[in-house]
């Protein structure tokens, strides 16, 4: 099935799920946790669902937009491998950026995760993100593989 195709049926079928009572699991990958107000992604049905992820760590600080890009991708890679499924299985992702400068250098770190057929992607440019020090926020979904 077409990437193309596998975004459209799984953004129309989301919402009937959720109204034809499918589960929805938490998917808490080792190290993130859930707070109360977010969760690291939601499974529902067939589709992963990862929240937006900076690019910020405190282990190891990168002010850089490829760091904080990879950092973010990294945790998204988390998410989907938690709940079974991979970055090559993502559909569509959405980035969050603070500078309109820095979407080629995301664009090079984007590329590692995605060499082959990427996911759809829309691109914003917005005024800040929740810490000040982010660049970059990323938030994308997945299908589940086929058994």
Do not use: W
Not at 26 to 32: A, H, L, R, T
Request: aromatic content about 6%; hydrophobic content about 45%; proline content about 7%.
């Amino acid at each position: 099935m077409s990437r193309p195709l596998l975004f459209a049926l799984l953004t129309l079928s989301a919402t009937p799920l959720l109204a034809q009572g499918s589960q929805r699991q938490p998917v808490v990958p080792k190290g993130m946790s859930v707070s109360a107000t977010l969760t690291p992604g939601i499974r529902v049905g067939d589709v992963v669902y990862s929240s937006g992820q900076l690019g910020m760590r405190r282990d190891a600080p990168d002010a850089t937009i490829e760091g904080q890009t990879t950092a973010a991708l990294e945790n998204i890679k988390a998410v989907f491998e938690a709940a079974g499924t991979n970055m090559a299985h993502a559909a569509k992702c959405t980035v969050f950026l603070i500078d309109v400068k820095d979407f080629a250098g995301m664009n090079q770190s984007y590329r590692a995760f995605f060499p082959d057929s990427p996911p759809a992607r829309s691109t914003i440019v917005v005024a800040a993100l929740v810490v000040p020090a982010a660049k970059v926020e990323i938030e994308c979904l997945a299908a589940m593989p086929a058994n």
